[in-house]
């Protein structure tokens, strides 16, 4: 397999960025971020926030250094995306009107799942 280490590189840091930017606005909006993570029935909704902004700002940066953390790091977040996906974006569970937003969120989060275990996978030579 051929891989292009610029655009490799690219890809992986834009894939870390959404993580990034995710943990640093829960962070500046910790109370609010608290109370939505308790609105989806999440038990202990203060420490899911704090465990949720270490994985997407800790294992975020990890993934847009390259670091040697970085496919470990894309495996955290792939895992991660998963409980947060099916704990956010019960499409099934929601009314009409809500459902095609919440399809299409879940369905967005499954992609990103399969680009952080392609990264996960590729382990690009020096």
Same mark, same amino acid.
Request: glycine share 10%; no cysteine.
């Given at each position: 397999?051929?891989?292009?280490?610029? &655009?490799?590189?690219? =890809?992986?840091?834009?894939?870390?960025?959404? /993580? @990034?930017?995710?943990? #640093?606005?829960? #962070?500046?909006?910790? %109370?609010?971020?608290?109370?939505?993570?308790?609105?989806l029935g999440l $038990? @202990?909704?203060?420490?899911?926030?704090?465990?949720?902004?270490?994985?997407? @700002?800790?294992? =975020? +940066?990890?993934?847009?250094?390259?670091?040697?953390?970085?496919? $470990?790091?894309?495996?955290?977040?792939?895992?991660? &995306?998963?409980?947060?996906? +099916?704990?956010?974006?019960? /499409? !099934? %569970? @929601?009314?009409?009107?809500?459902?095609?937003?919440?399809?299409? *969120? /879940?369905?967005? *989060?499954?992609? #990103?799942?399969? =680009?952080?275990?392609?990264? !996960?996978? #590729?382990?690009?030579?020096?």
């Open positions: 397999m051929t891989i292009s280490k610029s &655009t490799y590189t690219f =890809g992986r840091i834009l894939l870390a960025s959404l /993580f @990034v930017v995710s943990g #640093i606005f829960k #962070i500046i909006g910790f %109370a609010g971020t608290v109370g939505y993570m308790g609105s $038990p @202990v909704p203060t420490l899911a926030v704090i465990v949720t902004i270490f994985v997407e @700002v800790g294992a =975020g +940066l990890a993934l847009m250094s390259g670091s040697r953390l970085a496919r $470990p790091a894309a495996l955290l977040i792939a895992i991660f &995306t998963v409980g947060a996906t +099916l704990a956010a974006h019960r /499409f !099934w %569970a @929601v009314d009409p009107a809500a459902m095609q937003g919440q399809l299409t *969120n /879940f369905l967005k *989060n499954l992609s #990103i799942i399969g =680009g952080l275990l392609v990264f !996960w996978s #590729i382990k690009p030579t020096e």
